[in-house]
Nanobody, 113 residues
């Protein structure tokens, strides 16, 4: 199983970023996926999840209305569109296969003026 996140970077408050997670080594189209994040000195927390068919999504209260999770089962990729970014969104963002202990290496998102 391989999960490779990309798309992180340094942005100003209010800007947007789109994270991608390219998956391989398992049946992506049958697997729910999720995004999590870990800020410095804090525990890793759930951000968003999506079912295998995209028929249901779920978000943490802190990102609801600003972030959107989506997926492309042809490209074996899950995305996290992040709008109206805030300094408190600064963290390493990880993708994960739901109900499995498969994690990517993470991508750094820094929101700062």
């Amino acid at each position: 199983v391989q999960l490779v996140e990309s798309g992180g970077g340094l942005v100003q408050p209010g800007w947007s970023l789109r994270l991608s997670c390219a998956a391989s080594g398992f049946t992506f189209s049958s697997s729910g996926m999720s995004w999590h994040r870990q800020a410095p000195g804090k525990e890793r927390e759930f951000v968003a999840s999506i079912t295998s068919t995209s028929d249901s999504t779920n978000y943490a209260a802190s990102v609801k209305g600003r972030f959107t999770i989506s997926r492309d089962n042809v490209k074996n990729t899950v995305y996290l569109q992040m709008n109206s970014l805030k300094p408190e969104d600064t963290a390493v963002y990880y993708c994960k296969v739901r109900f499995k202990d498969y994690w990517g290496q993470g991508t750094q998102v820094t929101v700062s003026s």
